[in-house]
């Protein structure tokens, strides 16, 4: 991100504009500008697109755009929606298999990555915790970010990794429940009706206002822009966060499950 930050920087330099010309140029504030400029935030498609006008229609930033989503650590199915997701003002995510990947402790990722079948060499595992811990700074350093987290209760019960890494998985999720942005929602064990029996899926917002989803299987996962199946899962989405626990209620049962550690 830091290379592609100073070809942009150099690029608007070139064109003789500064931050805050080039900022209403492009319709995202200084200050957003700067952070891409610096390396600290993943660039946003709209960004890139309005920028290549503005600054010759050069190729370059386009050229360069798809490069970052070379991530090591980052399956490549899943690659254009972490790049989505770095610049999310919403997303809604449900897990019914395991604890979503923005919440998960070293020690259960790990875990997770020993399981992985055929085996990963130690290179990749260390390459698969370097890119998810990455991505995990999402929560903190993008506070104005509504996070919604909906986890099924068997997935603590399963105990993945022993006692002692369950026990860091719940209070790192009721330490991160405290953030005015995150909402973790827990699916009851015992549960007559449930909307999220098809699998699980993702929702985000971009700074545009638009949405986009993603599903995912065994060794694919799908990007859906298609307005009528988005409507489909925000509906889906909905109904379980009636169906599921409180934010307060969850927050409870995981404070018993700690207990009967």
């Known amino acids: 991100m830091r290379t592609f930050g100073a070809v942009l920087q150099a690029l608007r330099e070139h064109a003789g504009l500064s931050r805050e010309e080039f900022a209403e140029l492009v319709q995202f504030s200084k200050h957003t500008v700067a952070s891409v400029e ?31 989503a070379r991530q ?10 972490a790049r989505l997701e770095a610049t999310a003002v919403t997303l809604f995510t449900y897990e019914p298999r395991m604890l979503p990947g923005l919440l998960q402790t070293e020690a259960y990722a790990r875990q997770l990555f020993v399981d992985e079948l055929p085996p ?15 991505r995990q700074e999402l929560l903190r350093e993008r506070p104005h970010t509504a996070f919604s987290f909906m986890v ?4 603590f019960l399963r105990r993945t990794g022993g006692v002692e890494v369950t026990r860091g998985v719940i209070e790192q999720l009721l330490d991160l429940g405290q953030l005015r942005n995150v909402e973790i929602q ?27 989803a993603y599903t995912e299987a065994p060794e694919s996962g799908q990007l859906i822009s298609d307005l009528k199946v988005i409507s489909a899962l925000q509906n889906r989405y909905a109904r379980m966060r ?5 934010t307060k209620d969850s927050a409870s049962l995981l404070q018993r499950m700690r207990g009967d550690l």
């Not at 709209?46 to 930033?61: I, S």
């Not at 090591?72 to 929606?81: D, Q, V």
């Not at 990963?120 to 990455?134: G, P």
């Not at 015992?190 to 917002?205: D, F, I, K, N, R």
């Open 152 to 155: 099924e209760e068997r997935i």
């Open 242 to 246: 009636s169906q599921a626990l409180t």
């Open 186 to 212: 827990i699916m009851p064990l015992v549960q007559e009706s449930h909307a999220g029996l098809h699998g699980p899926m993702q929702l985000l917002e971009t700074p545009q206002h638009k949405w986009f």
């Open 120 to 134: 990963l060499s130690d290179e990749q595992i260390e390459a698969n915790w370097a890119a998810r811990v990455k």
């Open 72 to 81: 090591p650590g980052l399956a490549a199915w899943f690659r254009r929606w």
């Open 38 to 68: 610096l390396g600290r935030r993943m660039p946003d498609e709209a960004l890139v697109d309005r920028a290549e006008p503005a600054l010759g229609n050069t190729g370059a930033l386009r050229r360069a755009l798809p490069t970052l």
